[in-house]
């Protein structure tokens, strides 16, 4: 599958909102959306106006990069969430936070949502003593995440985890930082999201 290869720096400065791509790059001053609030290429400075498609365009590239996810991948949590029972924007965010990938970045287990893919990837943790390694598998409640073994003992993680050991946890989360493992404590909600999106404007874009 092909993957964004280029400054992913680039991908906030297009949507003009931090998409904490980077991990803690991010929160510091070195953290390029700061110095260019403006997006990348020749034309970057220009006033654009952005109207109608062009606004609902911006708003699914801000979510789909905002989770690290391909065009397909998306779409087809879209409409999986599109066939749930419920309002669709709302069915399709709280789906995306139950993404393991996500939740590994959440509870503080790596960087980023891209380096907890690359992490899952690899093998690197047990969803309930069993290996996971498919990033967009969904949680649920009762599920416990933890790192395999071997992996709890590796030097680099576990200095991640202790670098992100103050990391606020959401509520339907609940983290055991002795045993190095997470519980799904219930399903997320609207409000625990804080994807800064607006998702009826994705809906909009797909319903056309």
Not at 182 to 195: C, G, H, M, N
Request: with cysteine.
């Amino acid at each position: 599958m092909a993957r964004y290869s280029e400054s992913v720096c680039r991908l906030c400065r297009a949507e003009k909102v931090k998409l904490f791509l980077k991990g803690s790059k991010c929160l510091r001053e070195k953290c390029p959306i700061e110095r260019r609030p403006y997006p990348p290429g020749e034309h970057g400075r220009m006033r654009r106006r952005i109207l109608g498609y062009g606004i609902q365009l911006r708003e699914k590239q801000k979510l789909k990069r905002y989770y690290s996810m391909s065009e397909r991948q998306f779409l087809l949590f879209f409409q999986r969430a599109e066939r749930k029972k419920g309002i669709t924007g709302e069915n399709l965010l709280t789906m995306l936070e139950r993404r393991l990938d996500n939740v590994v970045f959440l509870v503080g287990f790596s960087h980023s949502r891209s380096h907890a893919r690359q992490l899952v990837t690899h093998g690197h943790f047990r969803l309930n003593g069993r290996k996971a390694n498919i990033p967009s598998l969904l949680v649920s409640k009762g599920d416990v995440i933890s790192f395999r073994e071997k992996s709890a003992e590796h030097e680099e993680l576990k200095a991640i985890f202790e670098l992100n050991k103050n990391k606020a946890v959401p509520g339907w989360l609940e983290m055991d930082r002795e045993k190095m493992e997470a519980k799904v404590l219930s399903f997320p909600t609207r409000e625990d999201v804080t994807t800064p999106v607006e998702e009826h404007l994705v809906v909009e874009l797909y319903s056309k």
